[in-house]
């Protein structure tokens, strides 16, 4: 299990936001012009919901599926277990949530390292799943019912890979992930279905407040998503869900955050998790030093020990598949 730890420490380390804001003191490259710069430069809105690639490393496959709620089509990448064709074992699944500005492209080196670990007997084999969940949608379904990616993901894509793939289809055999905007949408999923998935891993977790939300970087979101209405964006928040399903969480959900000491978002999960601790919900929290929003140091700086928590909910998988 420490092999499987250390080697997918590795695979994580591609994870990186296409777009990451520099911390507080630190200094964001700029060859061409300023971060801030090219972010309001960038096209958020319409969503593209297929992002075809034009090569794939090697386990990794690029899918497309019929979202009959959006009436479009969606990709994901997916990697599958070494002789997975030839055989009849279920494997549990891991639900990767890219950032903002991301797709489903996002974590085509992870899974590929992913693939090539269970390849050489390094990782128990799992079932690897990125979508698409939309560059700037927080995860939440739009205000005005045509941008769907919460719908899409827990209605059709859950199911979809269920029925077209072997997989443990319980919530035992479900973990939900992401950095950034794809880890308030892990934490807001794992809280609002808690009967679907049996652990969640938040990195860095977006876990903004409305005036954030309203800032002029994100303010196509806010109205695009939210109809510039509060309420609606509150309705959707992990800590709304978290309130919410208190009871089905305590002891059922695995929870793990981590985040560096020096992320603009690290406030926003001091208090979140000042609101688990007043729940009295168990949890993990990993401040790393000398870091700031980046996936790749993260994991970097927090070695094998960030990774047992994976290790020990696909050893809990495998167990409950057997019985």
């Known amino acids: 299990m420490k092999t499987y730890a250390k080697y997918l420490l590795l695979a994580m380390l591609v994870c990186v936001p296409t777009w990451i804001e520099p911390a507080a003191g630190q200094t964001a490259s700029a060859p061409t012009a300023s971060r801030p710069e090219r972010w309001r430069?960038?096209?958020?809105?319409?969503?593209?919901?297929?992002?075809?690639?034009?090569?794939?490393?090697?386990?990794?496959?690029?899918?497309?599926?019929?979202?009959?709620?959006?009436?479009?089509?969606?990709?994901?990448?997916?990697?599958?277990?070494?002789?997975?064709?030839?055989?009849q074992t279920r494997y549990?699944?891991?639900?990767?949530?890219?950032?903002l500005g991301g797709n489903e492209l996002t974590y085509r080196k992870h899974l590929e390292r992913l693939h090539e670990a269970m390849a050489n007997g390094q990782i128990p084999p799992l079932i690897a799943v990125a979508v698409n969940g939309g560059s700037a949608t927080m995860?939440?379904?739009?205000?005005?019912?045509?941008?769907?990616?919460?719908?899409?993901?827990?209605?059709?894509?859950?199911?979809?890979i269920d029925s077209q793939y072997r997989t443990i289809s319980?919530?035992?055999?479900?973990?939900?992930?992401?950095?950034?905007?794809?880890?308030?949408?892990?934490?807001?999923f794992a809280f609002k279905y808690p009967e679907l998935f049996c652990a969640v891993v938040g990195g860095?977790?977006?876990?903004?407040?409305?005036?954030?939300?309203?800032?002029?970087?994100?303010?196509?979101?806010?109205?695009?998503?939210?109809?510039?209405?509060?309420?609606?964006?509150?309705?959707?928040?992990?800590?709304?869900?978290?309130?919410?399903?208190?009871?089905k969480i305590r002891?059922?959900?695995?929870?793990?955050?981590?985040?560096?000491?020096?992320?603009?978002?690290?406030?926003?999960?001091?208090?979140?998790?000042?609101?688990?601790?007043?729940?009295?919900i168990p949890y993990e929290y990993e401040v790393v030093e000398g870091?700031?929003?980046?996936?790749?140091?993260?994991?970097?700086?927090?070695g094998t020990d960030g990774l047992r928590f994976h290790a020990a909910v696909l050893e809990h998988a495998r167990e409950v598949n057997q019985k």
């Not at 549990?92 to 950032?99: D, E, K, M, S």
């Not at 985040?259 to 979140?272: H, M, P, S, V």
């Open 170 to 188: 319980s919530r035992q055999g479900r973990i939900i992930e992401g950095f950034s905007m794809g880890g308030f949408g892990a934490l807001k």
């Open 291 to 302: 870091v700031g929003h980046s996936s790749g140091r993260v994991y970097a700086k927090l």
């Open 92 to 99: 549990p699944v891991l639900y990767l949530l890219h950032g």
């Open 41 to 87: 430069q960038r096209r958020l809105f319409p969503v593209r919901w297929v992002r075809v690639p034009d090569s794939l490393p090697d386990g990794v496959r690029h899918e497309t599926f019929h979202s009959k709620a959006m009436n479009c089509d969606v990709g994901y990448c997916i990697a599958t277990p070494p002789g997975y064709a030839d055989g």
């Open 204 to 247: 860095a977790p977006a876990l903004l407040e409305w005036d954030r939300v309203t800032s002029e970087r994100h303010a196509e979101m806010a109205s695009r998503m939210y109809a510039n209405d509060r309420e609606a964006f509150e309705s959707e928040h992990p800590r709304t869900w978290l309130k919410k399903n208190a009871d």
């Open 251 to 280: 002891g059922k959900l695995r929870i793990r955050i981590m985040i560096g000491d020096q992320d603009g978002l690290k406030a926003y999960n001091d208090a979140f998790r000042k609101l688990m601790d007043e729940l009295e």
């Open 139 to 160: 995860y939440c379904d739009s205000v005005d019912g045509t941008i769907l990616p919460d719908t899409m993901i827990i209605r059709e894509l859950i199911p979809h």
